[in-house]
Each structure stands twice: as C-alpha cells, then as structure tokens.
C-alpha cells in the first residue's frame, strides 16, 4: 500500500513537500519515483530514485527544483518541490518502478495547485 499526502493550493514560486508512507512489500529493495498527471494528459515521471537511494533521476521539466528521498528505514519516499510553477499543476502519484522503468503499483494521489 502507497499512501501520498502532502499536496495542497500554493502560489507559483512556492514549495510544497510530498510524502509516501509504504506498506505490505518489500520497500528496501524496491525502486519508486513519483509521477504525475495534468488534466487532459498522460501520467509522466517526475523523479525516481533506485532501491538504496544511490541513483536518482528528473526530467528537465523539474531538474534542479524537485529533490527525491528514500529512508528504508521508515518506509517512506519524498519529494521536495521548489520554485514551483503552474505547470506543475497535477496529481502526484507515490509509484513503485517497473521493469524498463514502467508505472508499477501506485498510491491514490495527492493534489497539487500551483496558482499564478
């Protein structure tokens, strides 16, 4: 079970911190990376990061401003959003990485609003 909250209304420029509560699998040795869906579009990644936190990867849309963290620890998985602007406008989705880096299991999303 992926349990996201965290999301929320915030003015272009804000930030906002996500997180994702794991449960019922083994989250140590799972990869996860948070995704996204605008209206009107297809889920997209925004950040993923490898089992043991080594490897991360963004996409240019949100590289330098969206930070992921994995505590094995605490079975939970976050996402540092800064400088946030409307296009970041979409529901976020705590998702376990599948093979090719393909959706896995995901949560049932958090909202986030970013007003210009």
């Known amino acids: 079970q992926l349990v996201e909250s965290g999301g929320a209304l915030v003015q272009s420029g804000g930030s906002l911190r996500l997180s994702c509560a794991a449960s019922?699998?083994?989250?140590?040795?799972?990869?996860m990376g948070w995704a996204r869906q605008a209206p009107g579009k297809g889920v997209e990644w925004v950040a993923r990061i490898s089992w043991d936190g080594t490897r991360t990867f963004y996409p240019d849309s949100v590289k330098g401003r969206f930070i992921i963290s994995k505590d094995n620890d605490k079975n939970t998985l976050t996402l540092q959003m800064n400088s946030l602007k409307p296009e970041d406008t979409a529901v976020y989705y705590c998702?376990?990485?599948?093979?090719?880096?393909?959706?896995?299991?995901r949560g049932q999303g958090t909202q986030v609003t970013v007003s210009s």
């Open positions: 019922g699998f083994a989250f140590r040795d799972a990869n």
């Open positions: 998702t376990i990485v599948a093979r090719n880096s393909g959706f896995g299991s």
